[in-house]
């Protein structure tokens, strides 16, 4: 019975928590998830199938359909989505709304449990997994930048709609994020905050690292 560890990567969108949470994940040999995918997997199949996003029933009735009881993997988004699919403007309007459905953050937390546990070490993304997900994560990283150095990071990122609609689409999931009553989005008491809004991901990834050695991680 193998210990598993995990290290948590928490943050506002395009924070740079991915490209960072990817470099780390080299350097220390450790698996990656961003947890953030099965909220959008989530908006996405709402979306596709014309369930109200709002609607806790019909949303638990939804998820229970794609994991089928306990297929993780569907739920985690590892197999058959796409970026295309999942990281449309239409999924992130809808994402946080779903993500503020208690049942539905339960079983997230729940699939992401089962993933971490099949991993000797583990890097996980998100907005919860500091305080939530993983309380006992060592280190645990709060990344964060001023909203309109993220909006312009996601518009050069994607490529799509105005940077007036990427900076908008932003700051509403931020709010509704840091507000909702399931999980908010917080720094951990124990988390170490970095703003990347001065500097480069290399910088980012070297502060990282230096932690994750303190920590005992090789
Ligand atoms: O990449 P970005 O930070 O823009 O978003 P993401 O990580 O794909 O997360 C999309 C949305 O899922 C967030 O805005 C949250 O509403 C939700 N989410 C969450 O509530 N809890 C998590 N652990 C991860 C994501
Ligand atoms: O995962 P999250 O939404 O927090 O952000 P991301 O997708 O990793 O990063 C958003 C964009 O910002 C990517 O294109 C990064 O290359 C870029 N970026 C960064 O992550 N960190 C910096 N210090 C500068 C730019």
Redesign the pocket.
């Given at each position: 019975n193998v210990k598993s560890s995990v290290v948590s990567v928490d943050g506002p969108?395009?924070a740079g928590?991915?490209t960072t949470s990817l470099a780390v994940a080299e350097i220390f040999d450790m698996k990656y998830l961003?947890?953030?995918?099965a909220?959008?997997v989530l908006a996405y199949e709402a979306l596709r199938s014309g369930v109200d996003p709002t609607d806790p029933k019909k949303m638990v009735a939804l998820c229970s359909k794609i994991s089928r009881g306990d297929r993780v993997s569907e739920l985690l988004g590892l197999n058959r989505y796409t970026a295309g699919e999942l990281r449309s403007l239409a999924v992130g309007r809808t994402?946080?709304k779903v993500?503020g459905i208690a049942e539905l953050r339960r079983r997230v937390t729940n699939s992401v449990h089962i993933w971490a546990a099949g991993n000797r070490r583990s890097i996980v993304e998100?907005?919860?997994?500091g305080t939530v997900v993983f309380p006992t994560a060592v280190p645990k990283f709060y990344l964060t930048a001023s909203a309109e150095t993220r909006a312009r990071r996601r518009l050069a990122q994607e490529g799509s709609g105005s940077l007036k609609e990427v900076f908008e689409d932003v700051v509403r999931?931020d709010r509704?994020?840091t507000t909702r009553s399931a999980s908010p989005l917080v720094p951990a008491s124990d988390a170490i905050i970095i703003d990347t809004t001065e500097l480069s991901i290399e910088q980012v990834v070297d502060r990282m690292a230096e932690a994750c050695g303190a920590s005992g991680l090789a």
């Open positions: 969108a395009a928590k991915t961003e947890s953030g995918r909220y959008r994402v946080s993500a998100g907005r919860d997994i999931r509704a994020d």
